[in-house]
């Protein structure tokens, strides 16, 4: 069963701080893993996107890392700020190809950042 | 580049009765999204349109919830009649479907939509 898993579930920071955010997933045939952000009453806004051959790519302070052999990724977030202050939920799509895919949605890491 | 619009925001009624929901999405995006959040979750596709015909749909309630793509434009998402547990956010969203990035999704802002 194709399944996305985040830890944790939520996490609470001091402002300036770093931290890092899990996810892994066990989604077959493997096609792109994105990070959203999804501030409280938004919708989700993409931060990055993976595909097989890319094991990290960054977004200003936002840094994310694939290891598709162990089916895990990472988002690390550097130098904090309150506005960071979010859910990142990690998304992998299922389909390979010219396909729209079928996007698999984790339950996302609710980020607080406390001045 | 405008985004994708939703209306309403939000919404409150009483269970059993009907409500729709609106998305406009990103001009020229082909793929249209219906999404349900339930607090503290991850969204669930509800329904994808590809223009104006629907290319998944296995996990829309469809005896009671509705949706359609006028023209492979605009969406409109039903519920009838509504029960306690659709209390939810109703995502929208769109795609270009084109290569490299063609199932990169853009969302909407969402409907809050509570059923007392």
């Known amino acids: 069963k194709n399944q996305v898993e985040q830890s944790p579930q939520s996490l609470i920071i001091l402002e300036g701080k770093n931290c890092t955010l899990q996810?892994?997933?066990?989604?077959?045939?493997?096609?792109?893993l994105r990070w959203y952000k999804q501030d409280t009453g938004r919708g989700p806004v993409s931060l990055t996107i993976m595909t097989f051959s890319e094991n990290t790519k960054s977004n200003g302070r936002y840094t994310a890392t694939l290891d598709a052999d162990t089916k895990q990724s990472s988002l690390h977030i550097t130098a904090s700020q309150l506005s960071d202050s979010a859910s990142y939920i990690c998304v992998v799509s299922a389909a390979a190809g010219g396909s729209q895919g079928n996007l698999i949605f984790g339950k996302g890491t609710k980020l607080s950042v406390k001045p | 580049e405008a985004g994708v619009a939703q209306s309403p925001r939000y919404k409150i009624i009483e269970k059993r009765q009907s409500v729709a929901f609106w998305c406009n999405p990103i001009s020229g995006h082909a793929t249209l999204y219906w999404y349900q959040q339930i607090l503290g979750q991850g969204p669930k596709l509800l329904i994808q349109f590809q223009n104006n015909g629907v290319v998944d749909d296995s996990q829309l309630p469809k005896d009671r919830f509705s949706a359609e793509r006028l023209k492979g434009v605009d969406s409109t998402l039903k519920i009838q009649p509504a029960k306690l547990e659709d209390s939810a956010v109703y995502l929208c969203?769109?795609?270009?479907?084109?290569?490299?990035?063609?199932?990169?999704?853009?969302f909407g802002p969402g409907t809050r939509l509570t059923v007392l």
């Open positions: 996810c892994n997933y066990t989604v077959s045939p493997f096609s792109n």
């Open positions: 969203a769109s795609s270009a479907g084109t290569f490299p990035s063609y199932n990169e999704q853009f």
